[in-house]
């Protein structure tokens, strides 16, 4: 009896390296598998006609797949200190909800028919759904999974509404009969319009970004690295197969239509970021910057296809990829980061946390290393997308006509300013919870454990390795797009008509040399330097609530674009909250005035029906 | 084999009085057992030397579906009703004994129906499912069940009337060509005279069959008995009720449209049959976000889920009739999961409202996982049965070429989906309002065993199902 | 072997010649306000001065207020090393990208309003807010600005550039004009000068880039003057490159000259303005950096059209 | 006077009289009138399906006759009168639409089914008494659904609905002679237990709602 409740109780921890090891087998299998390179397609069809379960495998969906593994093996190493910590209940099943929902979107990233795809798509969402609902007392809980459950049906919705373009010319619902089509502009738009609001919905663009920023505060948070670090990309996933592997010839519009959504997602993302008080309400906004990011790659990307120059289209499409990967990487470090940093001050509050970096050294230095690979500086990996990004945008104005030569230099400047409040909002988060004196007392301060440093350290190291050697990443990527990106050596990345060339690798080496010196002269300086209480003019023992609060922080921010919206920065609730709230209260009245209770009224009903029913027959003739 | 089917439900009927309720509750459910063992014989017997039309009982692949869920979800109601009565401790003897009665007939009166093919008969014992039902609503006796019932009663029978005169028209059509008697009411001798019925005849009986069966089917205009009997009802009843009834009304309207779509008026009928359900669909969405009572949902998604078969029927095409078929069989099973966990939380808690309950996860554990499963499985989710079948009604319309009509419903349906979730996770999640409570045995297996049903179908649907809808589509016939 | 020492010497220059400039404008400043003002040497004299003290460091400091004021110095050497001085072939040519070189500097500033926030004084975070906020809105411009001459030059390498601007004959267009005066704001909001932030008072009303290091002191105070003085000369060398192009010959010397005269043209007209304007009310800056965008784009505009 | 009104002629006349009785069952302002025009009516039928018995020469029919006329004709008025002793207070009927548009209605009505009949069939075999004695089935239902539709209380809804079930038989006897003896038996039992349960029911609402108003029954609305 005592070895069963002994395994019982890990029996999750047995689960979690289980499921970990099943991971890494699987990143191995899409390497050798990528460097084959062939593709396969599996059909197992059941008994009924249309219900058949297809997968294939091609490079494109490797590279995801890749992605996904890596990340859900780190994140199995993470779980298996941080349920702990987060003590909670029922841990079986929280193992077992979290491996399904990673084996559903690997899965997801296989499919090659509808009936497939909507199976898995669906799973993923309710799985996810059950994730984000964890701790179902809190009444914020079950706002944020309803709204995220009810707009990811609805998303769902618009991309059966999209599948059924294709199916209505194709005539058949397994997607290897939909490669390159070229389809008459109405069903074009048709498809055009409902996969970018199917997939934009789930991605989090612009409008339809509302439960980005509700779900993942509320979810334990290697949920939430998963949800946005690797959920998001599903749907750009399903994107680049429609709009880079389905569809041949479609107007350039469509791209610049993508490039504006991506560019205005992006600048709204972060300037909401920078308000939150909340550290994981922040790191939702920044991946729905991120996303917008993305989506200005394939924007531009798009653009280029239409426009046939293929080795511009082949550059943007390789920055937003490269961006995909280095995305899930230095966000899923931050959210997990977060989530630790939650674990001991139990609050996540930035007005009630601060100088964390004093008693957890190790936590702080891994979320600084995540903060400036958010924030693209140098040696790290954001860095490197983003130059591809700014190449290619640069790079756009070489093409004459379709207004690109007023919307790249624009959105190439709201890159820079994203940039800019990126890393104010970085410098808030960072500076607010890390550094200065905890602003309430903390109860147990205590540095991060073994488990969670491997993994958080695994990824920040693969941060570091990305930014300062591209190239390899740079070699898989290239066999994604039709014409590679020069890489001589493995220091220098050049852009075609060599418009500019970076070696990250020497920053790299640089920048390592310098944190040397830095250390090396900071035993020397520290030796013999005086320690005193921090200079206030003065003031003898200054409360701890006196140093500078995130609202203070970001109330700059406000105030300049408090021109651009009313007081909250998210307008699209209030619009969203007021159109449900009329369109219900219709309903109320509608209810009332069919069902008034009254049987007299229901057998009218039933004589009208039965004559109008008559007349029918009879017009019908 | 038939007629021993019917003979079990005699039998309970008989033996009631004289055991007391302890003894009374396992009997009466090892006779449903003996049913379900008779359907599978009959499944096997059909399987081996095909349809068998008697003078009084028929056997083809299209009643054997419905035979098949009258005897599983009897026999799980049963097991339910066992855990149900139990937990009500404030009925005295005789009202069980009652209970037994009424329940015992209304199971005798379905298989009546589903047994036969003569639309005489057929129209006797659906008057006498309603009789039998009336007193099982207005069993608590209080003011809106005696106002649920009097409704009932009143709306049904008016609109049955009304199909007996469908059916006389059609028995006066048929008489010119192969004379009166009981034999030229049955199904089997009117199909292959189908197309030389006079025309117009059959469409006012149509129109007459449709009002009168689609009453107590729960179609649109029609539906208002519904949520009232629904919510007033004991939960096993309502759960016998929306999932099984409703659905052998809506066999004896494919009876009678597949005589209407031979005799060659398919473009009235499958028009009709494609908009009324379009239309309920429509209403359904209206009602259901919002709603006070969870069981009066449940209703609601019922008359929403008929409005679908109906919509799936009205598509024709063989895929359509396949997908409404199988739609039939996923939503026995999954509204009589969601009736009956609404029902061990009615039992538990006595209130009926979805404010007050909260934090359903900590008073009734098991009840809120089976509830979280069935609400995904009735709206549609993929591991469940409900999934395939929309998805291939889906397939269907478009192929078909409704596309305008499929999005209106695919716009209810995430109307419906909120509605849903709003309140069954609001009742599920957040602080609860009420202590743990103990949840009786014999509720959750059943529960278990409708789950196991759905997700097992959902995954692999078996091969001889999918031969026997095969064959009862082609029963029914294809359109044009 | 031969340019990595000219490159070394680059940014050897570089670093003797920061002070000074800072120096000279404010005996600048001082003189044309009828103050005989302090010699050009001074800020020599008060690196040298500090560098000797101890650094008092406040008790509840963790590791990044020892690390930063060392990073920023040296990311600061590194965009110097971007910039050529006399010839092209300056440390990290091959790598010194227009992107690489704003991003470096991003970094820089990334780690002062670190630094600023660590001793958990509201000095600091008041500096590193204000800080990061105008460093944000400048980042535009600055992109607009390096995207007109990086296409006009057909690439985005600053050696490159600078080799290109200088074999140009001397046809500069007009729209370089509106591209260097947008390039002059910046300048005046990155390196804390007079309208964007008044570094001499202490006062929380004006200080914006001092209330950041107004912890630091001794060698810590000694490393972020330095490298404050590195990046005003930055701002400057970039200007004179770029939009200067005559002034070249083939030996070295000879550029060296040139080079500090295009640089003594260039710091005038920053002491100029010093003089004459006074410090703008904080939310007033984003209108100032708005028409420096403006302009940055006027700029780019008419250079495509 | 020469009595040589043929056979139809006098079946018509008395489906005509049934329809009398119907329109005038509208008019009724108290139960027990209500109930006594009812019993009229059933014997109207009654005699009807006798005559068309020898009319048609199937002797089916004389069974179904001698069963309206037990039930419809003694047994229901009989249980209906105990009810409206025991528990009605007052007598009068309270209508929805008042009696004066009630029979205009009712006349709307039949010239609607009359309408209806009349072009969709064709009558091979029999001459038109057939086809209108079915109108007048068809009429008598949609008064029986009017009724319903029209009275407040619950006791006159029974009648309504017992009305309607008169207009089917008769349009049943009038078109197909007769259902098959078993769906005969099946429909009258179905009918009569179900007037016996309706007024179970009254019962019960009488002692919860003090009154049988069906419109007060209103609770059970969105």
Redesign the interface.
Known sequence: MFFYKKVSKDLWKFLEVGFSLLYIGIFLGCIALFIKGDNYIIHLNTTIKYITYSFYVDRLSLFFIGIVAFNGAINSIYTLDYIEEENYDKKILMTMLKNIFILSMILVLLTANVFTFLLFWEVMSILSFFLVLWDFKKEENYKASLIYIVMTHIGTAFILLSFVGFYINTNSLSFDHWQNLSLNTFWITWIFLFSVLGFGMKAGIIGLHNWLPKAHPVAPSFVSALMSGLMIKMPVYMFIRYWFYFIKQYPASFGLLILTIGTITMLFGILNASVQNRLKAMLAYSSMENIGIIYVGIGLAMVFKSLNIEYLYALALGASLFHILNHSLFKSLLFMSAGSLMARAHTQEIAKL??A??YA?KL?TIT?VGM?SL????PFNG?IS??LL??SL?LS?KVKGYYL?IVS?LS??????T???A??S???Y???T????PRKDIKHKEDIKTMSLISMGILALSCLLVGVLPVFVLDVINNLIPVPIHVNGIF?IKTP????????F??GI??VF??L???Y??KY??K?????????CGQED?PLS???SPE??????K??TSKLYKDGLDIFDGIYGFIAKSLLHKLQTLKYKIQPGIIHVYILYMAITLIILIWVSKIYG | MITLLLLTELIGIVVIPFLDFNKNKYIQAFLQFINVVVFLYLFKILKTNGPYYGTYFTLDSLNIVLIGIVSVVGFLTYLYSIGYLEKEKSLKESKIKEFYLWINTFMFSMLLLVSTSNLGIMWVSIEATTLSTTFLISFYKNKTAVEASWKYIMLCSLGIALALFGIILIYFGVINIIGGGLYSLDWQNIMPIADKIDKNLLKIAFVFVLVGFGTKMGLAPLHFWLPDAHSEAPTPISALMSSVLLSCSFYTIIRIFSIESKAGIGAFTYDTMLYIGLFSIVLASIFIPRSRDYKRLLAYSTMEHMGILAFSLGLGSFEGIFASLLGLIAHALTKALMFMSSGSILVNLHTKSIKDIKGLFKILPITATFLAVGVFAITGAPPFLLFVSEFLTLISAFKEGFIWQRIVVLLALSLIFFGFIESFFGMLTREPTFEQKKEHMFMLIPMGILIILIVGLGLFIPNDIKYLLENAVYTIGVRR | MGNIFIGILQIVIFIALAPAIKGFIHKIKLNLRGQKGPSILQPYKDLIKLFRK???????V???S??AP??VL??TI?SASFIPIFSPNTL?S??G????F???L??S??FI??Y???????F???G???E??I??????????IM?TF??EY????ISEIFVKAHSHSFNVPIAYVFSLLALFFVSMAENAKIPFDNPETHLELTMVHEAMI??AS???LAIFELSSYMKLLLFISIASNIFLPFLYSSNMLLNILFYIIKVIIFSIPIALVELSVAKFR??RI?DLLMIS?ALA?LG?VLY?A | MNLNISLSEFVEFMAALSLFFAILQTASHRLDFAIKTYTAQSIALSITMFLSVFYYFDYELILSAVLTLLIKGILIPFVMKKITDKIVEDENVKPFINFTYSVLICIFIVIFSFYITSNTFYRSTDNGTMQKVLAIGLSIIFVGIFLMLARKKALIQIIGFLTLENGIILGATSTVKGLPLIVEIGVFFDVFVGAIMAGILIFHIKDTLESIDTSKLSDLKE
Do not use: C
């Not at chain 1, 890390?434 to 004196?437: A, M, S, V, Y």
């Not at chain 3, 101890?54 to 509840?60: A, G, L, Q, T």
């Not at chain 3, 990208?97 to 690489?100: G, L, P, R, S, T």
């Not at chain 3, 600023?116 to 509201?122: A, K, N, R, T």
């Open positions: 601060g100088g970096i004093k050294p702080g600084l400036l924030v693209a500086l140098p860095f983003e130059w700014y190449q640069l104005l030569w230099p190439a400047s709201f890159l820079a300013l940039g800019g409040i890393m104010l970085a410098v808030k960072f500076g607010l890390f550094l200065g004196n220098e008509e060599n418009f500019g060339s970076i070696a990250p020497f920053i640089l920048m310098m944190l010196i830095s250390i002269l900071n300086i520290s013999h330097s005086i320690y005193y209480k921090t200079w206030a200054v006196a140093q500078y203070g922080f970001s109330q700059p921010i105030k300049i | 101890e650094p008092v460091i406040s008790k509840d963790s590791f990044i020892k690390i060392i990073v040296l990311a590194i990290l091959f790598t990208d227009v992107i690489a704003m991003y470096v991003g970094l500033t990334f309003a670190l600023g926030l660590d001793q958990g004084s509201s600091g975070g008041l590193s807010a204000r990061m906020t460093a944000s809105l400048a980042e535009p411009t600055l992109m607009m995207f990086s296409l057909g690439t985005s390498n107004l912890e001794g060698k810590y904080f939310f984003p965008f784009t780019f495509y």
